[in-house]
């Protein structure tokens, strides 16, 4: 069974630019996350999705941040205009009874430098 | 305070040592919780879910106390391969939300 991918794997840009990310979850899960993980720190949650509406999104930065979930499948994450501190992985997670089983999928990450 | 706290270590161990840590949660009403396992520069995986009677797993024992909101992970007979970031995991909503708050990390270095 294929894994959550994600894309890039690497990002380096300037302050100030733009860059998305990509994930595509395992198939037939509802519930898809979207993580910051700074380093030296646990994983932060950004936003949530179940199916293609968001749960949660407190903790996301609408300022700069946003997130979209077409067809409740793949889901992106997009950063304009990013600043330094948002140096970090960005990790995305899928899973299919998260609260009842406590599994989430993770994938590789995708690891932002902003100069 | 922050929703789940952990004490980030480093803990340096040798081989064949028992280990505890801990982790305090803020949410009385938290439903479920959980260990997760990172090793460097790799994803968080499930290590094992916490019971409230208490669970074990080979080496790994997770335990649960509700009166004093803290979850604990032992690991006996350390090995080098158990060296990584242990993440504590804590639902505190219910079901209804599948909301999966994870702590800092407690970073175990097993020594040979």
């Known amino acids: 069974e294929a894994g959550v991918a994600q894309s890039p794997r690497y990002k380096i840009i300037e302050k100030r630019q733009s860059v998305a990310f990509w994930c595509n979850p395992i198939?037939?899960?509802?519930?898809l996350y979207w993580y910051q993980q700074i380093l030296g720190q646990g994983p932060k949650l950004l936003i949530q999705?179940?199916?293609?509406?968001?749960?949660?999104d407190s903790q996301l930065p609408k300022d700069r941040f946003s997130a979209e979930r077409l067809k409740g499948v793949d889901s992106t994450l997009k950063i304009q205009p990013a600043k330094l501190e948002d140096s970090a992985v960005y990790l995305c997670?899928?899973?299919?009874?998260?609260?009842?089983?406590?599994?989430?999928?993770f994938g590789e990450g995708s690891r932002l430098t902003v100069l | 305070r922050k929703e789940v706290e952990q004490d980030p270590g480093p803990f340096n161990v040798p081989e064949g040592a028992t280990v505890a840590f801990n982790c305090t949660y803020s949410?009385?009403?938290?439903?479920?919780f959980f260990w997760y396992r990172q090793d460097c520069r790799k994803e968080p995986k499930l290590l094992m879910s916490?019971?409230?009677s208490g669970n074990e797993d080979g080496r790994f024992t997770a335990q649960l106390n509700r009166a004093s909101q803290y979850i604990s992970l032992l690991i006996r007979d350390s090995k080098l391969s158990d060296s990584a970031t242990y993440l504590c995991?804590?639902?505190?909503?219910?079901?209804?939300?599948?909301?999966?708050?994870f702590g800092t990390g407690t970073l175990l270095a097993v020594q040979p």
């Open positions: 949410n009385s009403a938290s439903q479920s």
């Open positions: 995991v804590v639902n505190p909503y219910g079901g209804a939300t599948n909301k999966l708050i």
């Open positions: 997670a899928s899973s299919f009874r998260p609260a009842v089983t406590g599994e989430l999928f």
């Open positions: 916490v019971y409230s």
């Open positions: 198939s037939g899960h509802a519930t």
């Open positions: 999705f179940q199916n293609n509406g968001v749960v949660d």
